[in-house]
């Protein structure tokens, strides 16, 4: 079955780097678009970004575009998203999610996805 785990996440300082990575199994992973979310506490899933199945193609949310960067490499089925100038308001749980196709900015357009994993940016 599908899997994508997430990791990297974790307690830094505001203006402080992250990288997060998500790592998929059993898909075709170069033919899915590879989306990130972000839920912060209290808060609805949102979008942050997302890339094409052959990383020629990225769209970020304005809160985030500039300060966040989504690559991927298809050899190791995994999708990165590097934080940098990182805020408290980017505080929240970071999900990573597939979907056959072209990158979608809704929760409900993607197939799969992971467990999340825990972003907190300290004052």
């Known amino acids: 079955q599908v899997q994508l785990v997430e990791s990297g996440g974790g307690l830094v300082q505001t203006g402080d780097s992250l990288r997060l990575s998500c790592v998929a199994s059993e898909l075709t992973f170069s033919s899915y678009a590879m989306g990130w979310f972000r839920q912060p506490p209290g808060k609805e899933r949102e979008f942050v970004g997302t890339i094409t199945g052959s990383g020629a193609i990225t769209s970020y949310s304005d809160s985030v575009k500039g300060r966040f960067t989504i690559s991927r490499d298809n050899a190791k089925n995994t999708v990165y998203l590097q934080m940098n100038t990182l805020k408290p308001e980017d505080t929240a749980v970071y999900f990573c999610?597939?979907?056959?196709?072209?990158?979608?900015?809704?929760?409900?357009?993607?197939?799969?996805w992971g467990q999340g994993t825990q972003v907190t940016v300290s004052s």
């Open positions: 999610a597939a979907r056959l196709g072209l990158g979608r900015i809704t929760t409900n357009a993607y197939e799969y």
